[in-house]
């Protein structure tokens, strides 16, 4: 190469002064965490440009006036073209910095590569092709680079390679296994390598000889939290709870800081249903820190499942009055009134729900229902219509809740009037008229529901809920079975695989005298479903197709699932009276 003039290396001095004693921007937050590590192993020193052609002089400016200008992935690729070219183990280190930030994991890896081939006993190049074989998969040549980096005295932590196997195809871990027992041999130091071991080991389902390596590590070194939650889920995964439990409670005797680990003794005490005991361990963990209020809430939780009210009570209403899990505290003080039967104060804290939290359309129901129940149908009304105010389709969801809990506890013209009032403000809306079928149902009159499922199947024939809704109301209430099962048909097209709807195709058929066919889809029905009413019409077509064991059977099953079904004793009775 021949020299340039000192013209340009004052130039190259002068652009470089400002930027080669700091990398380029930050990566963004969402970056992986090997970009991070790889950018702080070449943390930037001062630039000694060797001797380069004039042409590489302009380019290494051009690079750097880009990178003072934003833009980053432009000099990053000028960099990378120039390391390549000059092979220079400066200007190397300079395309990593840029193809850190910009997360360029092909230009890393090349980089690495010849990084690694032209200083071959530096550890740092092969840190960083250890981390972008990790990202891509690579698993045998990641270890390959991580053993390197140990072998040349470097801290090479291997739970990398652990985290990143978990889907790993079994055969293809087991041959990681074997590496992995050749370097602990080698480095039986490196206490990273056995826990590896033992993590990969736990995934390949090698779980007695995952412990007899943890034995070993704990032989070896001091036991640490990680090791003992380790072990504890190794012995989880062996169905050995017990002994899991043991673990880690000698874990928190003797690590009693230690925030996770008594975090997770006190959630496999609840998986154990020993409420008291892990409510003890809450207990301590907000002692060692006042300020965590998810353990705070898991401590109102389990207080309500114990039914100690007072106590669950006085967790919520701190957590509301801290702004912490805010919504959920007030939706379980809800409850927690309701259960006591103080159906005013349950009502005040289920409105304060907040909309478009998870348990706001639920707490407003409650709060209707009980509004209701109370006796305060305009007040309940009210809340509701003003909660919705601006929101249509909010207003038709409401209506059509409240006109359900309206029917339910006896105000069936109230609903009525309701409803009809709804659908004058939205004409034809298919939710609305689907809540008034259910009004007609629950004054027996079939004729009116007819009329507003056929006003929903005509603006919407794909509906397949209003199809099935009629076809099993003709089929189960009248005679016009070929029509019930035509409609029904359509609905099955739609939705195939909706239990309900083969339930009434199968009692569709069953009206028909198709008693194989209707035999077949109930068994499929209540298969998917093993609700109390499939369980009826099962057991009916059992019956009439002379197979009386088995019908009995079904009822006497489904009667033990739910002792109150008027659904299974009406059928029992009509068909079976001596019974």
Known sequence: MRSSDSLLILLLSAVLAGCASAPPASPAPEQVASTSAVAEAVAPKEIKYGTFTEEQLYQAIIS??????????????????????????????RAVQF?????????????????????????????????????????????????????????????????????????????????????????????SIR????QLLAQNGEFADALLEM???????????????????????????????????NGVRQFAD???????????????????AAQQQFEIIVE???????????????????????SAARHFTRLVDVGQRADESQYYLGYLYEQQEDFARAIEHYRQVRIGTNNFLAAQQQATRFSIQMGELEEAHRWLMV???????????????????????????????????????????????????LYHDSQGDRAGSEVDLRQIILMQPEDSRALNHLGYMLADQTTRYAEALD???????????????????????????QYEDALRNLRRAFAAFPDHEVASHLGEVLWMMGRENEAIQVWDDALQAQPDSELIREVIERLNPSR
């Open 215 to 249: 034995q070993l590590l704990v032989q070896l070194t001091d036991l640490t939290p990680a090791m003992i939650l380790l072990q504890a889920q190794i012995l989880q995964s062996m169905e050995d709870s017990a002994q899991a439990l043991r673990v880690l409670r």
């Open 64 to 93: 750097e006036l880009s990178a003072q200008r934003g833009q980053l992935e432009e000099a990053g690729d000028n960099y990378f073209d120039l390391a390549m070219e000059t092979r220079d183990l400066t200007i190397i280190r």
């Open 487 to 513: 409609l029904i048909e359509r609905a099955i097209a739609i939705s195939p695989d909706d239990p309900a709807i083969i339930d009434s195709l199968a009692w569709a058929q069953y009206k028909l005298g």
């Open 387 to 437: 909660l919705s105010q601006g929101q249509p389709r909010l207003e038709i969801l409401f209506t059509s809740i409240e006109s359900s809990l309206l029917i339910q506890s006896g105000h069936a013209i109230k609903a009525k009037e309701l409803l009809d009032l709804a659908l004058n403000r939205h004409p034809n809306e298919t939710d609305l008229l689907f809540a008034r079928v």
């Open 288 to 310: 060692l820190d006042p300020l965590d209020w998810e353990t705070l809430y898991s401590i109102a939780l389990l207080d309500l499942e114990m039914e100690n009210f007072d």
């Open 258 to 276: 230690d925030k996770s680990l008594r975090l997770s003794y006190a959630r496999l005490l609840i998986q154990n249903e020993q409420f008291a």
């Open 99 to 191: 193809a850190s930030v910009s997360g360029d994991m092909n230009a890393l890896m090349q980089l690495g590569l010849l990084w690694s081939e032209l200083e071959p006993a530096n550890a740092q190049p092969h840190l960083m092709l250890s981390f972008q074989f990790l990202e891509s998969g690579n698993f045998d040549q990641a270890l390959s680079h991580m053993a390197r980096v140990i072998d040349l005295g470097g801290e090479m932590d291997f739970s990398a390679l652990a985290a990143r196997t978990g889907r790993l195809d079994p055969r293809a871990r087991a041959a990681l296994i074997e590496n992995l027992r050749q370097l602990a041999r080698e480095f039986g130091a490196q206490e």
């Open 195 to 198: 826990l590896a071991l033992v």
